[in-house]
């Protein structure tokens, strides 16, 4: 099915197959020399005080227009620390709570992208390899006094005092297309009959009480809510697509292959039943392409001292149902690798696994795994895991779901 990616197996493709991969790359091509980079806001809502509160949705419906390759996500609104007596300063992982879930259907009801915002804003770092410079925190890169952070584009506010409040602004991207450059799983949305839709659901819990499990909130060590949220979202399009038979009434011209391409991002919470030494299993979906992985492991979430800097896990290993270890790793090497891709590390807890120069193909080889082995698993002890694949569409009808 993979046949027509370079590099995916030693045996060469059937003509035919390469022939349509040449074919995809000359559309692909054309579209990006031709068609035109537009990007048009699509929604600006004011958050009543149940969606601020993360207890419903946002829908939004996207523009049907051109070959959509991502949206642009903006949330703005003000941090109140409630408290009576403590300071609020920004979790770990941050501003990148704020969405609890996204969720992207296509025009064929397709779940392309249902994931957290915290998957989002991590996958947009280690793609780009962006790490420290996009900062939540007030930390800059400075050369020769020119260059800095000299734009609020990322707002978020820490230790601020009980019974203040703090503006914050949070900026996520949600890739629907591989990158800019790559339209594997780009959307066609110029048609009525079939809209597409795009959900957003916020934090219930942005604020965690000192001594509370902070993984998935914005601030910890103090009481509080969000007000005067607003979220304003962009869609990311090719217009004016080169056209066959007919010239500007025919239909457009489109790369076959990147759109019958699947690009999903999803999530798994809560992974529990993690025993301390043993090899703790999670499992990949079948008849997909895994490109990275992400995994959070908070061995004790009684207190906020679960997410530690890799002394709490042995080891990783990556393997297939003949129980073949295709490679074995201990944390501080996931973290000198995460180092290299992104110049600084993840937050505590934080694994980032690359797999985009062998991606991990389910369809060749089923039953992939990815083994952690813990030293300390306290009750409750959880994962949460954020996966990027590729499948097609034809083969989502046949492959089981993510765990």
Partial sequence: ???????????????????????????????????????????????????????????IVPQAVGLLKKFIIEITGTANNTDGANVANLSDIGLANLIAQAQ?????????????????????????????????????????????????????????????????????????AYSDEDLRGAVYL???????????????????????????????????????????VYQQFLDQLPRGAGGASGAPILPPLDMQTVYELKNTTNQVGFQATQDNPLSYGNLRRFYSTFLIYNHDPSADAGRVGGTDINYFTLQSANFTNWWKKFPLQVARENRVLTATDFPLGMYYFSHRKAPINTSTYGNMQLITNPITAAAGAYALIGWEDFSTLNALQQAGSLA
Avoid: Y
């Fill in 1 to 59: 099915m993979w046949a027509f990616e370079k590099g995916d197996t030693m045996q060469a493709a059937p003509a035919q197959q390469q022939n349509v991969f040449q074919q995809n790359q000359a559309i692909r091509q054309l579209i990006l020399h031709k068609a035109i980079d537009r990007m048009i806001p699509i929604a600006s809502v004011n958050l009543n005080a149940a969606q601020a509160a993360g207890t419903a949705a946002v829908n």
């Fill in 104 to 176: 992207f259907n296509d025009t064929q009801s397709n779940t392309r992208v249902q994931t957290t915002g915290w998957h989002l804003d991590m996958l947009f770092r280690a793609k780009h390899r962006t790490g420290a410079s996009r900062s939540l925190l007030a930390s800059a890169i400075v050369d020769s006094g020119v260059f800095g952070n000299n734009f609020a584009e990322l707002v978020a506010p820490t230790g601020f005092a009980h019974g203040t409040s703090q503006n914050f602004r949070m900026v996520f991207e949600m890739p629907i």
């Fill in 190 to 232: 110029g048609t009525l009959n079939s809209p597409s839709q795009l959900n957003l659901t916020l934090t219930q819990a942005p604020f965690a009480a000192a001594g509370v499990d902070s993984t998935l909130a914005c601030f910890k060590g103090a009481a509080g809510n969000l007000s005067n949220v607003s979220i304003q």
